[in-house]
Structure formats: C-alpha cells, structure tokens
C-alpha cells in the first residue's frame, strides 16, 4: 500500500450530473482533512449555511455566485478560497461547477493554555 494517495482527475470521480441536483462524494479523509467533491447542476445552490472548522474551497469547473460573510463573489475554474470556522457563506451555480471542499481538522487543546496541534 502506497504512503499517499494519487488522483489522476478528481472531477472525474463525480457521475454525469443529473439536472436541478447537487452530488456529493468524499474522496478522501484522514485525522487532518476530510476532501469533499461537489458537483452543481446549473441552477441549484446551497443556502447560507456555517462550518465548525476552516474550509478550503477550489472550484475546479464553471461559474458560481459565491457569499462569503457580507461580500458576494464570483467564483470560475481556479478560483481559490479559505474560509475561517463560523464564516456565513452560501453558492449558486450560475453553470454546471465541480468544487472541492477541504475541511480541515483542528485539534482542540486538552488545557486552554497549550497551543493547538
């Protein structure tokens, strides 16, 4: 078994995109990283919603209308973004879009006074 993990093109990892639908795949976690592919039918959006932990979105295919807190984005292929925990943010596909989520996983202190790690 290899030490990483190789893949040669996340977007194709997705099926064919059934119309007015959102498809979901995780395509890898660990103790560090969960990766989450997402697949937008043109038209379909995820409303306002928070995380717990920082987020890493990569929008890997087409155009979407991103909010992130009070500003409101356009996002196309190669657009990068980071997102601190508890951030409001929401996505609108204004054309079909494949984006990868990465949450990242923060480890909590066991004594307030220790740094994280």
Not at 4 to 9: R, S
Not at 33 to 38: E, H, I, N, T
Not at 42 to 59: D, F, K, R, W, Y
């Amino acid at each position: 078994m290899n030490p990483y993990t190789y893949i040669a093109n996340v977007s194709e990892l997705l099926p064919d995109m059934p119309a007015d639908s959102i498809i979901s795949r995780t395509i890898y976690t660990d103790e560090h990283v969960k990766a989450v592919l997402f697949g937008f039918a043109a038209g379909q959006e995820l409303s306002e919603h928070t995380a717990s932990q920082p987020a890493i979105l990569h929008v890997l295919q087409g155009e979407a209308n991103l909010t992130l807190g009070d500003d409101s984005l356009e996002a196309r292929a190669g657009a990068w973004i980071h997102m601190p925990p508890l951030l409001r943010h929401s996505i609108y596909a204004k054309t079909p879009v494949v984006m990868l989520l990465l949450l990242i996983k923060t480890a909590i202190p066991q004594n307030p006074d220790d740094p994280p790690g």
